[in-house]
């Protein structure tokens, strides 16, 4: 079975910083990997997903994630964070063969100060 | 355009009691999937439909928890005898297909309080 660990269960950063959030993964065949933000208040929606090619992966509003296949691991990554990015983020992974749920990890929650 | 919606958006109950919670997948979206966030647990899965058939029920906690999806769209989750630790907000999500590269889209979700 697929599991996945986020290793920061809270990040505090200013405005301006770089950002990384670490996410390892539990699966010995080909994956799906994802990264999904809740915003206060807001649903969980897709940052950005790796499912072939390019191992590095942009998504929206300036974030990408690198897919490194021999460390099982796909690092969210933000030059430079605003206050509106302020949120949960969620890495997720699916196995590439069949039909299998989203398996996520417990979470990161993301707090941006002025 | 529409995007997935659940209902109702909160629903407390008294332990003991029945609920359904109902979900509207995209329009045209064959998979759909249920999920559980919770304080301690994270987000779990709980079950996942293709079309009207259930090939994956393994997340279901007990035999309490049954889902059901008519005419390949809607579907209802019912929790029979609510615990209080049935207490989470439970999410939908669907799939154009039920593919493991497909894009889930999600819900606002229920958030359901049990007494």
């Known amino acids: 079975a697929q599991s996945v660990s986020q290793h920061n269960h809270h990040v505090i950063l200013s405005e301006a910083a770089s950002l990384e959030l670490g996410c390892n993964y539990s699966y010995g065949g080909t994956v799906n990997l994802f990264w999904y933000v809740q915003y206060p208040g807001q649903h969980l929606q897709l940052l950005l997903k790796?499912?072939?090619?390019?191992?590095l992966v942009k998504g929206i509003k300036g974030f990408e994630a690198e897919f490194i296949k021999s460390k099982f691991s796909f690092n969210l990554r933000k030059p430079s964070v605003q206050w509106s990015d302020t949120a949960e983020y969620f890495c997720a992974v699916t196995a590439n063969s069949g039909n299998t749920p989203l398996v996520f990890g417990k979470g990161t929650r993301l707090s941006v100060i002025a | 355009g529409a995007g997935v919606s659940q209902s109702p958006s909160n629903k407390v109950t008294e332990k003991g009691k029945d609920v359904e919670l109902r979900c509207d997948p995209i329009?045209?979206?064959?998979?759909l999937y249920w999920y559980r966030q919770s304080l301690g647990q994270g987000l779990e899965f709980l079950i996942y439909?293709?079309?009207?058939?259930?090939?994956?029920k393994s997340g279901l906690p007990s035999d309490r928890f049954s889902a059901e999806r008519t005419g390949g769209s809607v579907s209802t989750l019912t929790i029979q005898r609510t615990q209080q630790e049935d207490s989470a907000v439970y999410l939908c999500?669907?799939?154009?297909?039920?593919?493991?590269?497909?894009?889930?889209?999600f819900g606002p979700g229920t958030r359901l309080l049990v007494l």
């Open positions: 329009s045209g979206h064959t998979a």
């Open positions: 999500a669907s799939s154009l297909q039920s593919s493991g590269s497909e894009t889930q889209y």
């Open positions: 439909f293709q079309g009207n058939s259930a090939p994956d």
């Open positions: 790796y499912f072939s090619g390019d191992p």
